[in-house]
């Protein structure tokens, strides 16, 4: 005998269920980080305090620089 279908409001919980489930993942990961970059601009500074670029540039490459920018 086969197993029943989820029909009805067992239906709508499991849909609900996988929904909120992938909502609750991808607050932390993208929503959050959108709707308060000052959070995250103050730990990259943090992080990036003692570092100079001109030190850790790959294969003695110019440091980006904006190109349309005033000279």
């Known amino acids: 005998m086969a197993a029943p279908l989820l029909k ?11 929904v909120g489930g992938i909502g609750l993942a991808i607050y932390p990961i993208i929503i959050d980080p959108m709707s308060n970059p000052e ?3 103050k730990i990259q500074a943090q992080t990036r305090a003692h570092i100079r670029q001109e030190d850790i540039q790959p294969g003695n490459m110019k440091v980006w620089t904006d190109p ?4």
């Open 8 to 18: 009805g409001w067992r239906y709508a919980l499991l849909l609900g269920g996988l």
């Open 39 to 41: 959070k995250y601009k």
């Open 68 to 71: 349309f920018g005033r000279k």
